[in-house]
Each structure stands twice: as structure tokens, then as C-alpha cells.
């Protein structure tokens, strides 16, 4: 007797995937595809281009699947972690204007409190944006910038009006911050 496919954990389903099984790819596809399309239309606000993007996301899990460690985390928070970078890519391509620095403070307001929030409900996206949110708001706000819209760190200092170190300190700061928080066990990390 054969065990239900539809019951398989999720590493089973993206082994399978690896494989090139017919089948377990479509099942894999079915359980992921809501969250992946979520993930991807919070991102971009744009129902085709996360219609694309979730295509794109599917496809590079096929490609990398045999790279999936699950010491670093769930496969879900491996594939929702694919869409994000794909779709804020896929953002930052499209955006033929750079945003208002004074645009930022209200961005940055949202990081922790979003319909995204929802669609990113795993543990490495909450344990990030909780950790962002706790950082000093000129560090954030450099870290945005750069990490988010793609900008230099002579960008940074120009559109900031700060001396060149500094945003170059702010965002090496606030990575570092990241870093420390997100690499120590859930329960104790904090960004000073």
C-alpha cells in the first residue's frame, strides 16, 4: 500500500521535485502555491507580475532543490524566502524613480505591521522585520535604502546629507546587528 502523496512532509515533496517526479512537483506546486503568490503580490502589488514571480520562484526551487539544507530552516521558509528576493528584484526592476528619502520613515513604519506580515508568516521573515524594527531608525533607514532600493552607500550619504564613513558605518552596523540577532537561538536575540 502506497502512502498518500498529499500527506508526504515538505522535504519529501521537494526531494521529489529534485527527482523530476511528475508528481510530487504538481503536489509541491499545490502546497506552496497560495503562499508563494501571496508572498510575491504583497511584495509587488501587482497581480501578473506575482503571477510571474511565483512562476520564477517554483522554477529556482526545481533548479536548487538538491542545495536545500533544513538545518537553516523550513522548506517554507525557504521557498518564501526565494519569492521575497525574487519579488523585491522584480520591484526594483520596474521602478523607474528612485523613492523620496522622506518616503522612507512611512516604510519603515510598515515593516513590522503589514498585510505582508501575513503573507510572510514564517519564522525567519518575523524574526527579521522584528529585528529591523529594533534598530536605530538612521541605521534602518540607511539599511533600507541600500539592502531594499539598491542604493550605494555614496547614495546613501547624498541623499541623507551625511558624510560618506557614515553612511558606510550605518549600514555595516546595522548588517552586523541583523547578523547577530538573526544567527543567536530565537529566544534571545536582540539588537542593541
Known sequence: MRFPVGRLPDEALLSGLATGDQELAVVFVRRFQHRVFGVAMAVTGDRQLAEDVAQQTFERAWRHAQIYDSRRGSVTTWLTTIAHNLAIDAVRARR???????????????????????????????????????????????????GIYGMTAQQVADTEQIPLGTAKTRIRAAMGKLRTTLSAPERGGHVQ
Open 96 to 146: 523607474t524613480e528612485p523613492v523620496a528619502p522622506e518616503d522612507l520613515d512611512a516604510l519603515l513604519g510598515t515593516v513590522t505591521e503589514t498585510p505582508e506580515r501575513w503573507a510572510l508568516a514564517d519564522e525567519a521573515s518575523a524574526r527579521l522585520r522584528a529585528a529591523v524594527s529594533r534598530l536605530p531608525r538612521e541605521q534602518a533607514r540607511a539599511l533600507m535604502m541600500a
